[in-house]
């Protein structure tokens, strides 16, 4: 996973969003990591295995 300091990424905006749309960015504030930035695609990969259980249950709660 590529890293990078909050300030670079504030002032390399363009290449941060190049560089996530490859790979998760590590973003540092202080030495310490604070957030990451990743594609749309990996969101909506995580975020649809993350609701897909609770998805299925609501659905059979219904019947």
């Known amino acids: 996973m ?10 390399g905006f363009g290449q941060l969003i190049d560089i996530a749309r ?3 960015v590590k973003i540092e504030k202080h030495g310490r990591a604070v ?7 990996d969101y909506e990969r995580l975020t649809a ?3 897909s259980p609770q998805e299925s249950i609501e659905e059979h709660q219904g019947e």
Request: hydrophobic content about 50%.
């Open 2 to 11: 590529k890293s990078m300091s909050a300030a670079e990424a504030k002032n």
């Open 35 to 41: 957030v990451v930035v990743i594609s749309i695609e």
């Open 22 to 24: 490859q790979e998760p």
């Open 49 to 51: 295995a993350k609701a």
